[in-house]
């Protein structure tokens, strides 16, 4: 077993400094103003404690609709995108015709621009005159045609499902790196032993897959904590606040002048990404081994 290599901390100053101050800063000083009474309307800056904190988490806040939006879009998307994203890693890694082919196609809508994907979905599933409703229609299952983006009941499931469609193919790609480099050794002796593609799936591929699996699932629910310009393309948080996540209230509240307000609900996400963030890591990757 070769011993394991440390570098000197400095090696990471830079990237700590960087990282300090255009991320730790900043969210420190977002979190100093959420306890004042910023805005458009005044020139003078109080102090007001817990009082924007208490308005976001009160029972009847519209704020925490936002936070528990954000919560579902991330996990569900998060769920949805790896597990796609494994099954399709598994299915194109060998033995299958035109695997580079079919690996592009899946791979292409998470190199669009998310503004791009945002305007051809909103036409797509145009309740009119979209492509969707429309091909329904055509093939006589006119009675699945929906109002995809302007029903409340369904508008958040669908903005979800286009986040899926786009990056799975992104996690596809992360997965499939992490299983070419995988030993076939393994697989040979499994085989020999009499393991079958189910067995090996999930005592080999499984288990060496999971510092991979660690950090795409940390990066989707980054993601999906941050989820914003996919939101605003499609729905702009409509039909009413259904689709709202914090980022685009975030939006919202400074486009109105409402900074304090804007801060608060950026501080919560931004506690929110470094706790979630951080117990994740450490459960994901809590039985590494350094070789």
């Not at 393994?186 to 591929?205: C, H, L, M, R």
């Amino acid at each position: 077993m070769k011993k394991a290599k440390f570098y000197p901390w400095y090696f990471a100053l830079i990237s700590l400094i960087i990282y300090t101050v255009f991320s730790v800063v900043p969210g420190l000083i977002g979190i100093g103003y959420s306890f004042t009474d910023w805005s458009a309307y005044s020139r003078e800056l109080h102090f007001v404690g817990w009082k924007n904190f208490a308005k976001v988490f009160s029972g009847n806040s519209e704020y925490l609709r936002y936070i528990l939006n954000t919560l579902l879009f991330t996990v569900v998307t998060c769920t949805f995108k790896t597990g796609l994203g494994l099954l399709f890693a598994v299915l194109l890694n060998k033995g299958v015709k035109l695997k580079n082919l079919h690996r592009g196609i899946l791979y292409m809508p998470s190199v669009l621009p998310i503004l791009v994907t945002g305007l051809t979905f909103s036409s797509i599933l145009n309740p009119k005159y979209g492509f969707l409703n429309a091909f329904l229609k055509s093939v006589g299952l006119g009675f699945l045609a929906q109002k995809w983006l302007t029903d409340p009941h369904i508008a958040f499931g669908s903005v979800m499902a286009v986040d899926v469609w786009r990056g799975t193919g992104y996690i596809m790609t992360m997965l499939i790196a992490g299983i070419v480099a995988i030993s076939p050794t393994y697989y040979e002796a499994a085989s020999i032993d009499g393991a079958n593609a189910w067995q090996q799936f999930k005592y080999i591929t499984l288990p060496m897959l999971r510092q991979t699996l660690a950090v795409t699932i940390v990066l989707n629910v980054i993601y999906g904590l941050k989820a914003f310009d996919i939101i605003y393309a499609l729905t702009n948080g409509g039909p009413g606040h259904r689709t709202e996540v914090m980022n685009t209230a975030v939006f919202n509240m400074m486009s109105k002048g409402l900074y304090a307000e804007g801060t608060t609900i950026s501080s919560v996400m931004f506690v929110f990404m470094v706790i979630i963030g951080y117990f994740m890591v450490k459960i994901l990757t809590k039985d590494e081994v350094v070789e």
